[in-house]
């Protein structure tokens, strides 16, 4: 059984940053794309960022690029989501993923495992 733990949310003043952390157990971590979701309140969940399995691709949203950067540590089974220059619109409940392939796409059926989720809320 896959586990994902997200830690590193928090309040922030407009223009911050927070580094989200998504630790990973259960099956072969570096073989698999990791995403990053968020789910603001009343509001879908929307894809922010994508890393296939050694790092070597990235992917974003149009909204959070040149802000945030997702990287990850095969070594530590670890996934992150570096977010700066925030905006109250990037106010939400952030989600790690781990997608069924290894390269992956930011298409939400594509992702197996969840973790609980971390609140990020920005203050204006």
């Known amino acids: 059984q896959v586990q994902l733990v997200e830690s590193g949310g928090g309040l922030v003043q407009a223009g911050g940053s927070l580094r989200l952390s998504c630790a990973a157990s259960g099956r072969t971590f570096n073989t698999y794309a990791m995403g990053w979701f968020r789910q603001a309140p009343g509001k879908e969940r929307e894809f922010v960022a994508l890393?296939?399995?050694?790092?070597?691709?990235?992917y974003y949203r149009d909204s959070v690029k040149g802000r945030f950067t997702i990287s990850r540590d095969n070594a530590k089974n670890t996934v992150y989501l570096q977010m700066n220059s925030l905006k109250p619109e990037d106010t939400a409940v952030y989600f790690c993923?781990?997608?069924?392939?290894?390269?992956?796409?930011?298409?939400?059926?594509?992702?197996?495992?969840w973790g609980q989720g971390t609140q990020v809320t920005v203050s204006s």
């Open positions: 993923a781990q997608n069924r392939y290894a390269s992956g796409s930011p298409v939400r059926y594509e992702y197996e495992y």
């Open positions: 890393i296939s399995w050694n790092g070597g691709s990235t």
